[in-house]
């Protein structure tokens, strides 16, 4: 990982933390899930954003089952690692969701109905598979992907399934996990091709 990488990974990293330190995370869920509802947003959240949720495993793997192209796979192992990681994790902290605690809390949509809300699994998915291609291809599908992540975040909460906490948690550790699969890679690649 270059120098810039890093900066940035550190930089959105302190961001997000000083974001929870500052802002209500039920004042915001509610904001989210209750003041920003509405049946455009409903029908954009469930039919357009879920559908292009999708591409961020598909297209990683097309360029790994056809191109061969080692950054597919190292793509969708990181979504996979982070989300079978955040499972554990929740079961460490078992944090409910926000219907447990508040009530009149909106619940719309196909997401999972697990009791335990931190961190969000979905969020570590899609951010684990956006940061990896990120930092493999830097291009704008990447940057794209990115967007998408971020757009998974919004709507786990809007859909009334997260807390913003879980959201910002979920994606801080992503970027933790993707970077040190990152060296990780790369390090045996770079053996790999010494002894070649």
């Not at 961020?56 to 989300?83: H, Q, R």
């Not at 944090?95 to 931190?118: E, K, T």
């Not at 979920?170 to 890679?185: D, E, H, P, T």
Request: with cysteine; hydrophobic share 55%; glycine share 6%.
């Amino acid at each position: 990982m270059n120098n810039s990488t890093k900066k940035i990974s550190i930089g959105l990293f302190v961001t997000l933390i000083i974001f929870l330190t500052i802002v209500n995370n039920k004042a915001l869920f509610l904001f989210i899930n209750q003041k920003l509802a509405n049946s455009v947003l409903d029908f954009i959240v469930l039919y357009v954003f879920i559908p292009l949720f999708l591409l961020m495993g598909i297209i990683p793997g097309i360029l790994f089952v056809f191109k061969k192209d080692i950054s597919g796979f190292f793509t969708l192992f990181s979504g996979a690692f982070c989300y079978i990681v955040g499972n554990l994790i929740k079961l460490i902290f078992k944090m409910p969701r926000p219907y447990a605690i508040l009530s009149d809390v909106r619940i719309i949509g196909p997401w999972h109905m697990s009791q335990f809300s931190f961190p969000s699994t979905t969020t570590m998915l899609a951010f684990g598979l956006a940061l990896a291609f990120f930092i493999e291809k830097k291009d704008k599908l990447s940057c794209f992907f990115l967007g998408l992540a971020c757009l998974v975040g919004f709507t786990v909460i809007y859909t009334g399934f997260h807390f913003p906490r879980d959201v910002v948690f979920g994606a801080s550790l992503s970027l933790l996990f993707v970077c040190l699969l990152k060296k990780i890679k790369d390090k045996l690649f770079h053996e790999k091709s010494l002894r070649s």
